[in-house]
């Protein structure tokens, strides 16, 4: 089976190797004489789209059948024996430094197969050089592939396997990844990184060929809006799987892979903004080029980092020095071609990138795109500056969550500032009173809605400041609460703007169509799906700005000790927690689930039973926490059993999360939004022939 999955791997990268000869050697000899090798480029994308889909097929039957000759199986299969074990089963394939790379090969030639199947009736020179270059991406992977340490299909030492292949070590899948979070998380993450080569390709391919129309931009708008949305998905799901299983109480900590996947939804903010100026005002067309190779860039930056050992992380693999080279090319490779292809091409890709007015779109979208390129820079330099020389600024040190956030709370703010100002602009120039028209309700909007949220500050939020001694009174100039004060009110800006533009929106409708206002707000969201989901995105992240507040800036965490004596209780968070008992269960496969009860209590009345706990892997002979989370409107609490001291008492965690609903909900609006957006559109129907000839005569 090894060497079967293998030789697919290789058939994969020799029928992407005839892609790329076929389709470069084809537009050598013109549409006419090259269309059979252009035709065979195509074919041979289809191929190596079959070969490997057999490759991963042959993994997934491989840990299905516990077949632990595979060195990538016995270090990765699941121990899982509930009903969701089939699915850790499939997830072995992305658990590990071989099995995702392999993974993620297979997405680049699902895409590849989906671009030559919606071109093939094409084959333009923009088409076939796309479809080359997204090869030639392919080929870099399949080599990754052949080397010993990103192999999937090596076979285990001898001294792993029985006289009967049972597996002799205590090697398994981490048990932190036998989370439902984690079986979809992953994927969707790499089907954004995979999804990012596309707009790459054909950002490429409009410089091979000199094209700086808006066909490139037409091709791939709505696949780079779907990889942007799935990227959002992945990481909400990834920050989810923090808060709930690392037991730490947060959903991000600023680690250099969680950063890797927030690098290329950044700059993807940037490119699909830059496409909107390309296609309406034929300007951005050198931004586009650039935020497309930077942004694929910054996805092949978070295999760097987890791959290539240099850059230290919980989510990194073991250090492998031929794949921080091969990857290192491909970091820099795009952006160099970009550049060049850019200044070669410079006139076939000049456009109107001036902007007469600060007060009009075009501004807004130019500074959005510098906010996104500015911010992937810091926080890329930041997150590899540990691997750098010393006499860098910043080389050889490791930065902190706190240096993290000094950058990201006002440029956070100050780009949902402008996110949220943008729909109220014009295009060339906003005069006052048309600004001062659009704005007024929003305005007003902005004013209630951010009176209650400064009032939940204040009473809510505040207090927690003042316990924990970060500030000890209300101080205005202090930076926390300034941000905080300033960021609420930005959020409700954001909020009311998105609403305003969908009630002004139907009601415009209603009014000319003489229609009811449900009726037309139903018409503008399903049929003007472009601009309805990009206020529902708008909406999405104001939402998220306020639960990032108070989740991150107010966190109350606070420790307890109580004897294993039933009744014991400490007092947290306003309520009283009684200690009723631990259950331990022991697990046919060895694992033991250690399960605590607590009744939470405010006064006489019984507000909810807790039952945080722990899970201890024999085969691991790792443990797993399993927090309990007593969600309310306006903040969590946050439960967790910490395991027995020295002396024998119980250790528990209590921790209050301020607004993090906003976060959970927001991020959802956000996701509908984006999936709205990307939604395909419906192509015209065709008028009947007979029809058009007779208009021509």
């Known amino acids: 089976m090894a060497t079967i999955g293998s030789m697919f791997i290789g058939i994969g990268g020799i029928a992407a190797l005839v892609a790329v000869v076929s389709l470069f050697w084809g537009r050598s000899l013109g549409e006419k004489d090259g269309e059979s090798l252009t035709n065979t480029g195509y074919l041979a994308t289809f191929a190596s789209f079959g070969a490997f889909t057999v490759s991963v097929f042959i993994m997934i039957a491989a840990f299905f059948r516990e077949d632990f000759s595979l060195m990538y199986v016995a270090s990765n299969h699941s121990t899982d024996v509930s009903g969701l074990s089939w699915l850790y089963k499939i997830s072995g394939i992305w658990a590990g430094r071989e099995g995702s790379l392999l993974f993620w090969a297979w997405l680049i030639t699902v895409f590849a197969a989906y671009v030559a199947y919606r071109r093939i009736q094409k084959t333009d020179d923009l088409s076939n050089m796309g479809l080359a270059v997204m090869n030639i991406v392919l080929l870099f992977f399949t080599v990754a592939l052949f080397v010993e340490t990103n192999d999937p299909f090596k076979l285990s030492p001898a001294g792993w396997l029985g006289a009967n292949g049972e597996l002799l070590i205590a090697s398994a899948m981490n048990p932190l990844l036998q989370h439902w979070a984690m079986i979809i998380h992953p994927p969707t993450l790499f089907i954004g990184y995979a999804g990012m080569t596309v707009p790459f390709a054909f950002a490429m391919a409009a410089l091979i060929v000199g094209d700086g129309s808006k066909a490139w931009i037409k091709i791939v708008d709505r696949i780079t809006v779907f990889a942007w949305l799935l990227l959002g998905i992945g990481i909400g799901l990834g920050a989810i799987w923090a808060y709930v299983v690392l037991g730490w109480g947060g959903y991000w900590a600023w680690d250099p892979v969680e950063n890797a996947s927030l690098l290329p939804w950044l700059t993807g903010v940037g490119l699909l903004h830059s496409f909107t100026v390309y296609r309406r ?59 060049w292809g850019l200044m070669a091409r410079r006139e076939m890709f000049s456009g109107n990138d001036d902007f007469e007015s600060l007060t009009s779109k075009e501004s807004s979208y130019y500074f959005n795109n510098v906010l996104m390129l500015v911010a992937t820079i810091v926080v890329s330099y930041l997150t590899v500056s540990s691997a750098l020389p010393s006499f860098l600024p910043g080389g050889g040190k490791s930065f902190g969550p706190d240096t993290y956030d000094a950058v990201a709370h006002p440029v956070g703010i100050l780009y949902v500032l402008i996110m949220a100002v943008c729909p109220l602009l014009s295009w060339g120039k906003t005069e006052g009173a048309t600004f001062w028209k659009r704005a007024k309700w929003p305005f007003v909007g902005t004013g209630v809605l951010g009176a209650a949220l400064l009032t939940v500050w204040y009473t809510q939020l505040l207090p927690i400041a003042q316990k924990v001694g970060s500030s000890n009174s209300f101080e205005p100039l202090n930076v926390q609460s300034l941000y905080a004060v300033v960021g609420l009110l930005v959020a409700a800006l954001a909020i009311s703007v998105s609403v305003f533009m969908f009630t002004e929106g139907a009601r415009r409708r209603a009014m000319a169509k003489e229609e009811s206002f449900g009726a037309a707000l139903w018409h503008i969201i399903t049929h003007a799906r472009t601009q309805s989901g990009g206020y529902l995105t708008h909406l999405g992240i104001g939402i998220i700005l306020i639960g990032l507040i108070g989740s991150s800036m107010y966190v109350d965490d606070m420790d307890f000790a109580i004897p294993q004596t039933p009744g014991a209780n400490f007092e947290a968070a306003g309520y009283t927690f009684t200690f009723n008992g631990i259950n331990e269960v022991n697990i046919p ?109």
């Open 589 to 697: 496969n060895g694992d033991v689930e250690s399960t605590l009860a607590f009744d939470v209590t405010d006064g006489s009345r019984l507000v909810q039973t807790v039952t945080p706990g722990q899970i201890f892997y024999y085969r691991q002979q790792q443990t797993r926490l399993n927090v309990d989370v007593i969600t309310q409107p306006l903040r969590d609490v946050f439960v967790v059993y910490n395991g027995i001291d020295a002396a024998g008492n119980i250790q528990m965690n209590v921790k209050i999360n301020p607004l993090i609903s906003f976060a959970w909900a927001g991020f959802v609006i956000l996701i509908i939004g984006s999936g709205l957006a990307s939604w395909p559109k419906k192509l015209p129907e065709a008028r009947p022939v007979a029809a058009v000839s007779k208009k021509r005569r």
């Open 281 to 339: 005002r034929d300007g951005f067309k050198g931004w586009a080029i650039m935020m497309a190779a930077i942004s694929f860039s910054v996805v092949i930056l978070g295999t760097f980092i987890t791959r290539s050992g240099l850059v230290q992380s919980v989510h990194a693999f073991g250090e492998d020095i031929f794949s921080a080279w091969l990857f290192g090319a491909m970091i820099v490779l795009p952006i160099v071609f970009a550049i």
